[in-house]
């Protein structure tokens, strides 16, 4: 199971950090991302970090804004996210998938950003 927190209302130009708890497995042993959903749009790429720990990536979108790290300790991956505009709004959702069969979501948080 996975658990996001931290969505809320922010401002343009604020700052948001979201978290992600994983229970019930190892998360770093799994390739982990966080994604978004805007109305109306298709889910979205925002970050990744894989289980091998190789370099992390970024949606072309959110590079130099967003930063995405662990902790292995607590089992979670957080996403820090700078300067907001309002079209980083959206449900954000945290991933963990290793291979063809173990592809966990969770629920989501909500990020809205507006003035």
């Known amino acids: 199971q996975l658990v996001e927190s931290g969505g809320e209302p922010v401002q343009p130009g604020g700052s948001l950090r979201l978290s992600c708890t994983a229970y019930?497995?190892?998360?770093?042993?799994?390739?982990r991302k966080w994604y978004r959903q805007a109305p109306g749009k298709e889910r979205e790429l925002v970050a990744s970090?894989?289980?091998?720990?190789?370099?992390?990536k970024y949606g072309d979108s959110v590079k130099g804004r967003f930063t995405i790290s662990e902790d292995n300790d607590k089992n979670m991956i957080f996403l820090q996210m700078e300067n907001l505009k309002a079209d980083d709004a959206g449900v954000y959702y945290c991933?963990?998938?290793?291979?063809?069969?173990?592809?966990?979501w969770g629920n989501g948080t909500l990020v809205t950003v507006s003035s």
């Open positions: 991933n963990a998938k290793l291979g063809y069969f173990e592809d966990y």
């Open positions: 970090i894989p289980w091998a720990g190789g370099s992390t």
């Open positions: 019930g497995f190892i998360f770093r042993r799994y390739d």
